[in-house]
């Protein structure tokens, strides 16, 4: 964290209210495959990030890059068409800036989904799962650093990261609309290679129920700042050490593309009821 962070977040939100007059509660990252959520969001601003300071730029081919402001769900919504990576060569600080964002706009939930490798043999190629817990192996915290007590306490507590009403909420939505969604563990590391088979035995000895390279960062600063958060993974390829397939970006963003319309029912319906 550095010591103009404070300052960065004021100079970033105020650039966003200069061209969107919305007091949000809601912030959602719409991760590799998801992003089509944007587009149910009603009277939407989209602001470019370069158009933001002290935004980072997006350079994964199948993410835009720019904040969509407006309404959802009977909400007012900030959501991030387009996420930040460790392996982009972005600091923690920069990926998880636009979080401080939100919450400094008025956000108190997080909604945040990724494409995640499935480790659990229990799992199937498509499921959606709700992510009740999480393991960092990213090597680095986004927390690290002089800690400024305007952004949020030097030690937050993580025994609840993911807030467990909104899982259940999104597991009865789920049940009430015949879309498969489990709960499960994840586990993050920086990538951007897939892993190989001994890591794959390695992450699913440890806990872990599917694997991704994102998330973890943004969670942190939401929970450090004092945000419910609410997380999901679309398991877009097996990963299981003893039958192994090669995997191609462009099937893991068709089979992220297949499950997104039912992770955006389960966002919708719980937004529907979630009140703030």
Excluded at 43 to 72: N, W
Excluded at 194 to 216: H, N, P
């Amino acid at each position: 964290m550095t010591h103009h962070e404070w300052e960065h977040v004021q100079e970033a939100t105020r650039a966003v209210r200069s061209r969107w007059g919305g007091r949000p509660t809601v912030g959602l990252v719409l991760g590799t495959g998801l992003g089509a959520l944007a587009g149910e969001i009603a009277e939407p601003v989209a602001i470019p990030y370069p158009e933001i300071p002290y935004f980072p730029r997006s350079t994964v081919e199948s993410h835009k890059g720019q904040l969509v402001c407006g309404s959802l769900a009977g909400h007012s919504v900030v959501a991030m068409e387009g996420r930040f990576h460790l392996y982009e060569g972005y600091t923690a600080a920069q990926v998880t800036f636009p979080i401080r964002v939100m919450k400094e706009l008025g956000c108190s939930l997080l909604v945040v989904s990724n494409a995640a490798g499935g480790l659990n043999p229990l799992f199937e190629k498509g499921d959606l799962i709700v992510i009740e817990d999480h393991i960092n192996l990213l090597g680095m915290n986004p927390l690290i650093g002089p800690n400024d007590d305007r952004l949020g306490p030097r030690f937050p507590d993580l025994i609840e990261p993911y807030d467990r009403k909104l899982q259940d909420l999104a597991l009865k939505v789920a049940l009430e609309q015949g879309i498969v969604a489990r709960r499960g563990v994840y586990v993050a590391v920086t990538g951007p290679n897939l892993e190989t088979r001994a890591e794959y035995r390695f992450l699913r000895g440890i806990g872990a129920d599917v694997v991704g390279m994102s998330t973890i960062p943004e969670t942190l600063v939401a929970v450090h700042a004092g945000m419910k958060v609410l997380g999901f993974s679309i398991a877009t390829d097996m990963c299981l050490p003893d039958a192994l397939q090669p995997v191609k970006i462009e099937e893991i963003i068709a089979v992220a593309n297949l499950a997104e319309a039912k992770l955006r029912t389960i966002v919708r319906g719980v937004l529907e009821r979630w009140k703030p």
